[in-house]
């Protein structure tokens, strides 16, 4: 998706950029990785068995009330998290040439907790397994007990996480204003986190959560898939063209 606000070309652009030969596989791959991996992580939320209230032990109990589907959901969203990293490097090499900045400070803001949050879906497991094996009562005390370590919290919970969403979103409106993207996916993401506020725990805001970060990656795979090689290797809208 594009925006006409931002697509003119200047007439000093040179017309012949040189493509390496590896150009056109690695632009499609990280495209396709990003429409694939939205996808499943939109899969990923839509299979989990939400919990309606708060609590640790209403989380316990919603894992271990569909063993085989838990650990589906926490597979999906596994994979579907990994490819957070190529849907922001697709969005930083659009913004080489314009936004700069701003796409820096995205980058910077979320690339470290794109990196962790793949391997924070082994908690799902562990827990799984906690309630299985202990008393309910014993379950909720080992399970906060893993996640009130101070850099498991400071991961899981804390402003890592809600960096790397203000970071997508930075980087997301830094590659509309350089004329690759649509404002509209940008606001995806913190859309997902008011939907996590707003609406009440269970399957309609955990699903509507997963379509706002889905559905931002799907549209930044897109957006890589329909640049030119050109494009994809100047930083510069209209290249090539």
């Given at each position: 998706?594009?925006?006409?606000?931002?697509?003119?070309?200047?007439?000093?652009?040179?017309?012949?950029?040189?493509?390496?030969?590896?150009?056109?596989?690695?632009?499609?791959?990280?495209?396709?990785?990003?429409?694939?991996?939205?996808?499943?992580?939109?899969?990923?939320?839509?299979?989990?068995?939400?919990?309606?209230?708060?609590?640790?032990?209403?989380?316990?109990?919603?894992?271990?009330?569909?063993?085989?589907?838990?650990?589906?959901?926490?597979?999906?969203?596994?994979?579907?998290?990994?490819?957070?990293?190529?849907?922001?490097?697709?969005?930083?090499?659009?913004?080489?040439?314009?936004?700069?900045?701003?796409?820096?400070?995205?980058?910077?803001?979320?690339?470290?907790?794109?990196?962790?949050?793949?391997?924070?879906?082994?908690?799902?497991?562990?827990?799984?397994?906690?309630?299985?094996?202990?008393?309910?009562?014993?379950?909720?005390?080992?399970?906060?007990?893993?996640?009130?370590?101070?850099?498991?919290?400071?991961?899981?919970?804390?402003?890592?996480?809600?960096?790397?969403?203000?970071?997508?979103?930075?980087?997301g409106?830094?590659?509309w204003?350089?004329?690759?993207?649509?404002?509209?996916?940008?606001?995806?993401?913190?859309?997902?986190i008011?939907?996590?506020?707003?609406?009440?725990?269970?399957?309609?805001?955990?699903?509507?959560?997963?379509?706002?970060?889905?559905?931002?990656?799907?549209?930044?795979?897109?957006?890589?898939?329909?640049?030119?090689?050109?494009?994809?290797v100047?930083?510069?809208?209209?290249?090539?063209?």
């Amino acid at each position: 998706m594009t925006s006409t606000a931002a697509t003119t070309v200047p007439a000093t652009l040179p017309r012949e950029v040189p493509v390496a030969p590896a150009t056109p596989f690695r632009r499609r791959a990280l495209g396709a990785t990003g429409v694939v991996a939205g996808l499943v992580t939109v899969a990923g939320f839509a299979a989990t068995n939400w919990e309606t209230s708060e609590g640790t032990l209403a989380y316990l109990d919603s894992l271990a009330a569909d063993p085989v589907r838990s650990q589906v959901a926490a597979l999906l969203l596994q994979y579907g998290y990994l490819g957070i990293v190529p849907v922001l490097l697709a969005l930083g090499i659009m913004t080489r040439r314009r936004s700069r900045v701003a796409g820096n400070v995205g980058l910077g803001l979320a690339l470290p907790g794109a990196l962790a949050l793949p391997g924070l879906l082994v908690s799902d497991f562990y827990d799984l397994a906690i309630r299985q094996n202990l008393p309910a009562e014993q379950a909720v005390v080992v399970s906060d007990a893993s996640h009130g370590l101070p850099l498991a919290g400071f991961l899981v919970a804390g402003p890592l996480l809600m960096a790397s969403f203000l970071g997508m979103t930075v980087l997301g409106l830094a590659a509309w204003r350089a004329g690759f993207f649509h404002w509209i996916p940008s606001l995806l993401v913190p859309l997902s986190i008011v939907a996590a506020v707003v609406l009440p725990m269970g399957t309609v805001s955990g699903v509507a959560q997963g379509l706002g970060l889905g559905l931002f990656m799907v549209a930044a795979g897109v957006a890589a898939l329909r640049m030119t090689d050109e494009e994809w290797v100047s930083g510069s809208r209209g290249a090539g063209r």
